[in-house]
């Protein structure tokens, strides 16, 4: 039907054209939303200081959650029960709290303890007063850092930073992991290995990472005190091992307190930052794990006592802060980074008002929404936030002394660049990633061969897993009450290693799950269910 040239058939015309418009745009907003969903694990940060009775007569203390899955961030008071000196959460691929960590224990996402979360780092005089008795605090800020532990879903490894000497309060010498599985607990998340040693020295508390250009597993990077080493560790399926140890610059001559290192969004440049020994930016290949081309800044004649560096999400413009002063560098004046140098802040004077403490400039770190937020040399209430970090010059837009719900301890979580990938191109991009992968806690459980049948979580409340054996497949299983009267059973398909069971109708009691293989082997196992 042909229409005819009227006012309403006009309307129509602009109202499909218009609705197409608007449409197509919301197709790719959304599509937009479902690619950056899965790299949320920085979306939720926490701040704060336990409360104390006896210093606390107005109720500033307490804990601060920062929400990234909202814009602007959503800031929000909470009840914790840990002092965030050393700082580093995680949270799942939709942006939801998983567990932080203060350095000295590991918490939950409803701000208990993790199950088998306490005594980390333990060992030595310094935890005992720094993390049992707090009488001085722990004593690293940039110590601790949690990653997706490639290969094993929902699994994800906290690296720390330990100071063991009982004579010593001052150099770090252990470097550690332990391993969280969020399918322990109930899904509340358990520490299945703790303490564990991967390389003894005395470090700088500088600890931060990037991904391999493979998209899948990270490097670490930790400085050697006063020796102008590197320590270059690699995550992957297999683990954590030492790869190298690379001189290369000048000495980090501060090896704990008020300095910071981090990697480029792109994984490109690695940078550190301390009072001593200045500013220092690397070139950085995802590939190898080799840093080279140092470039080496020191500050002319400026107060320089605490000292942090980040890099916008464009990797173009570093910001490194000396207490009083903050400087943005181009990354992009490969020339001569050094004389690209721009003084964009000055710390203007303000305190905190009960406390009298300065809200000097600190560390800092780049949020999911983009924007850098640096924290004070002081445990107050504020922080700073430099609103537009790709803009040159002070059009970057620096805010001094952003009001908190809370007092907070010095760091901000200290956390990898979720949202870099596969090297595209590159010699090493050999997994066939290309691009984003799929969300870790999507993914199916890793199987790891053992020698006996297990059932995971377990106690249980919704549903455990059941592995069989050796890697051993098919078969037939079924549960049993304590009175041995018969409850449910399945087949075990042949062509699954792991199989899940569902407990979410059975009463809490103790029940026996009975195994028969098809070589007529028989495995027993106790299952405890739990509301």
Request: proline share 6%; glycine share 8%; with cysteine.
């Amino acid at each position: 039907m042909r229409c005819s040239c009227n006012s309403a058939c006009w309307f129509c015309y602009f109202f499909n054209i218009y609705f197409m418009k608007y449409f197509i745009l919301f197709i790719f907003l959304h599509s937009l939303v479902l690619s950056f969903a899965q790299i949320n694990l920085d979306n939720i940060w926490i701040l704060g200081r336990d409360k104390n009775p006896f210093e606390d007569t107005i109720d500033r203390f307490g804990g601060t959650s920062v929400d990234f899955n909202f814009l602007p961030p959503k800031y929000s008071r909470i009840t914790i029960h840990v002092d965030m000196e050393a700082n580093a959460s995680i949270s799942d691929s939709s942006g939801n709290l998983l567990f932080y960590t203060d350095g000295c224990s590991i918490s939950n996402k409803l701000h208990g303890l993790l199950k088998n979360g306490d005594g980390i780092n333990a060992g030595g005089l310094t935890f005992v007063q720094g993390c049992v008795q707090n009488t001085f605090g722990y004593p690293t800020h940039q110590g601790v850092m949690i990653l997706p532990f490639p290969g094993h879903a929902n699994t994800y490894v906290l690296l720390h930073l330990r100071k063991p000497d009982p004579l010593s309060r001052a150099f770090i010498e252990d470097v550690l992991y332990s391993v969280i599985d969020m399918y322990g607990d109930g899904g509340l998340g358990e520490v299945t290995a703790k303490n564990q040693l991967i390389a003894q020295d005395t470090f700088c508390d500088m600890l931060t990472a990037t991904r391999h250009g493979n998209g899948r597993d990270w490097w670490v990077v930790v400085p050697r005190y006063n020796t102008a080493e590197y320590y270059v560790f690699l995550l992957s399926p297999e683990g954590i091992s030492l790869r190298s140890v690379q001189q290369i610059g000048a000495p980090i001559k501060n090896y704990t307190w008020a300095i910071q290192a981090t990697f480029s969004p792109d994984g490109s440049k690695y940078a550190n930052n301390a009072p001593l020994s200045g500013l220092q930016i690397f070139d950085f290949d995802r590939c190898s794990g080799f840093l080279s081309n140092a470039v080496h800044n020191r500050y002319p004649g400026d107060t320089v006592f605490a000292c942090g560096v980040a890099i916008s999400s464009s990797s173009r413009y570093l910001y490194a802060s000396t207490r009083l002063k903050l400087y943005q560098f181009d990354l992009y004046a490969t020339r001569n980074i050094e004389a690209s140098r721009e003084l964009v802040g000055v710390y203007d004077g303000f305190a905190d008002y009960f406390s009298s403490l300065p809200t000097t400039f600190y560390q800092m770190m780049l949020a999911p929404d983009k924007k850098i937020y640096m924290t004070c040399t002081t445990g107050n209430k504020y922080w700073h936030i430099i609103h537009t970090p790709d803009k040159r010059g002070v059009n970057c837009a620096l805010e001094q002394h952003f009001e908190l719900p809370t007092v907070h301890s010095f760091s901000p979580p200290n956390f990898p660049h979720f949202r870099l990938f596969d090297a595209q191109g590159s010699p090493c991009d050999t997994l066939g990633i290309d691009g984003p992968p799929p969300p870790r806690d999507t993914m199916p459980p890793a199987v790891v061969c053992r020698g006996e049948l297990r059932i995971f979580p377990n106690p249980a409340s919704v549903h455990s897993w059941l592995e069989l054996p050796d890697c051993q497949k098919g078969g037939m299983a079924a549960v049993y009450d304590i009175t041995g009267r018969w409850v449910t059973d399945w087949v075990l398909e042949p062509d699954e290693l792991r199989t899940q069971v569902d407990v979410s109708t059975l009463v809490s009691g103790v029940y026996v799950v009975r195994v028969q293989l098809p070589d007529g082997k028989r495995l027993t196992k106790k299952l405890l269910v739990v509301r």
